[in-house]
T-cell receptor, first 107, second 113 residues
Framework: KNEVEQSPQNLTAQEGEFITINCSYS?????LHWLQQHPGGGIVSLFM???GKKKHGRLIATINIQEKHSSLHITASHPRDSAVYIC?????????FGAGTILRVKS | DVKVTQSSRYLVKRTGEKVFLECVQD?????MFWYRQDPGLGLRLIYF???????EKGDIPEGYSVSREKKERFSLILESASTNQTSMYLC????????????FGPGTRLTVT
């Protein structure tokens, strides 16, 4: 069993829809990261969270440390949001990654 | 801007060949990492290095070795490539004091036939 589980694995949405991607983890962590990977491209960091909520543009990330759960929300989704979204937790001296959620936003 | 470059975007090799994947970063980062990324499994750490000539095994080091002769360059070596090493390979780097804030290269998609 992976220490970091993401859901859904695949998500297709229509432009303008509100999107939620979930991440659950089974170990005690110091912080959690959300990352974005565009097709053919490298990985970029979106958020680092240790508590509460962060917002950047149309992206919102929340974390509940007690429930070991985080969500990434995208408001007013757009085709350019199509990418793989990856959750990673800081555990020990390394990052442990989820398998990723493949998001496709159709126009 | 931090830049992490990898020597090839796509590579096709035959079973048994020795394969070198090169990674170069220009931000004077102490830490460098090699991951492989497979569908449904996410990124898994192969090796990392926190200084020149230093290396540490990650979660899946079998079948791989690494070399770090210069601070900016970290090489991943497949001594005898096998088909189960077909994967996307990603290099990353970070400062020593902030190993979690990693900057990733574009990846090398390796196919072993």
């Amino acid at each position: 069993k992976n220490e970091v589980e993401q859901s859904p694995q695949n998500l297709t949405a229509q432009e303008g829809e509100f999107i939620t991607i979930n991440c659950s983890y089974s170990v005690g962590i110091s912080a959690l990261h959300w990352l974005q990977q565009h097709p053919g491209g490298g990985i970029v960091s979106l958020f680092m969270l240790s508590s509460g909520k962060k917002k950047h543009g149309r992206l919102i990330a929340t974390i509940n440390i007690q429930e070991k759960h985080s969500s990434l929300h995208i408001t007013a989704s757009h085709p350019r949001d199509s990418a793989v979204y990856i959750c990673a937790v800081e555990y020990g001296n390394k990052l442990v990654f989820g398998a990723g959620t493949i998001l496709r936003v159709k126009s | 801007d931090v830049k992490v470059t990898q020597s090839s975007r796509y590579l096709v090799k035959r079973t048994g060949e020795k394969v070198f994947l090169e990674c170069v970063q220009d931000m004077d980062h102490e830490n460098m990492f090699w991951y492989r990324q497979d569908p449904g499994l996410g990124l898994r750490l192969i090796y990392f290095s926190y200084d020149v000539k230093m290396k540490e095994k990650g979660d899946i080091p079998e079948g791989y070795s690494v070399s770090r002769e210069k601070k900016e360059r970290f090489s991943l070596i497949l001594e005898s490539a096998s088909t189960n090493q077909t994967s996307m390979y990603l290099c990353a780097s970070s400062f020593r004091d902030n190993s979690y804030e990693q900057y990733f290269g574009p990846g090398t998609r390796l196919t072993v036939t």
